[in-house]
């Protein structure tokens, strides 16, 4: 493939540059894939979206370099955030004081997901550090996967709330245990526990900058429409200063923009309509950041030695998660059953698991490489089985509007096609 788009490189000489014509074709396939695959399959367009960039990767496309740097990882975050800030949103704090089993439900999954990956990585002669990273990596689900299944699905109910919040909450979690550790991962000696002082720094910066973007929101707000389009512009705005900056002075953009959507909950409680007013614009941007991780993911330097580490992290992230969610299930309001889906719903990983990846890499090369070699091939297998299984999981609780119907006739499908 190389080949061919050197050659095709001597004789087109776009104004816009050769890379903006390569992804504005992966992005129109991309597009007409997940489109055809939910209509004929009744799976979410972000599977047909990460098969599309899977395949793109694999045949050599020259769009994505890793590790990510300058544009690609700057629009990587700022989709990110964008995701966050909107999940961040949908969480009232007053649901904890009234139901805190729902943070003890949080903290067991993700607690049970880090240490359990741990100690399977050094039974299997991981290396201490390595082991630890690929743990922190793991305890975060994806709340932009989940998010485009809800909206696919047409999804509402216990199981469907319950796998948003505790998706982002094990989001917060990494990003937060990642942002500190990745600076230090390199010290063997250097516990979890040393970590308290990057910690609190990363908290506290992230936390100035959500604040700064929370409070300048909710003064718009008291003079613009949370509908006008204007509005959303302003949003996308400040979020992509706030990407520019959190991560400058020591903390992280998606941790920043996940607070700040937590605040402006708080500070403005009616209901939000930012997913359908940040339009066409945010959903680019959403599924460009689906293909760009297929493809890193893809062109990773797949190394068989490694294959049953990645198995292993699989199956033990998987096992872990739902036995957590279960275990800590008594008293959280749900069922047994909706607790085990709720689990299985939480196995997608995606650009928030790249993104953590690429933080190691920007500290140590060498252990990042590591990280990265087991990572890769795991954030690819959790894009589209986890996003599958998510699926699988929502339909089974009973909880989406649409019935499952491979042939494509979904409920609703005719008013789809315009």
Known sequence: MDQVMAIWAEWMKPSAGLP???????????AAAGHLLQRYSGLPKVVGYS???????LAGFSGAAWPLQGVALFLLELGVSLVLFESGGRIALRWFRHNPMVLVQSLAESTLTAIAV?????????????????ALISMAASPAVLTRIVLDTRAAGAVTERALAL??????????????RAGTLHREEAMLTATLYPVLVVLGVSFVVGALLALALR??????????ENTSILLI?????GTAL?????????????IGGLMLKQLHPRPWTWTRQLGTA??????????????????????????????????TRFFAKVAGVTLANPGSGTTWRQAVWTGCAMGPMSSIALLLVSQFMSTSMTLGSRIASIALPVILMMEILGAIIATFAIYRAGESLKPWDPRGALAGVGELRG
């Open 246 to 258: 959190a991560a400058h002075f020591g903390g992280s953009a998606p941790l920043a923009a996940l």
């Open 51 to 57: 098969i599309v960039g899977t395949l793109a990767g």
């Open 118 to 134: 741990y100690h399977v990585l050094r039974w299997l002669e991981v290396r201490a550090s390595v082991a630890e990273g690929l």
């Open 20 to 30: 903006t014509v390569q992804w504005s074709l992966l992005l129109a396939i991309a």
């Open 167 to 180: 998706s982002t909450l094990s989001t917060f979690y990494a990003l937060t245990l990642v942002s500190a």
């Open 237 to 241: 705005s400040l979020i992509a200063a």
């Open 282 to 315: 945010a959903s680019l941007l959403t599924m460009m950041m689906f293909v760009l991780v297929s493809v890193v993911a893809a062109k990773a330097d797949w190394n068989p030695a490694v294959a049953g580490l990645v198995a292993a992290v699989v199956f």
């Open 219 to 228: 003064s718009a707000l008291r003079f613009m429409s949370p509908t006008s």
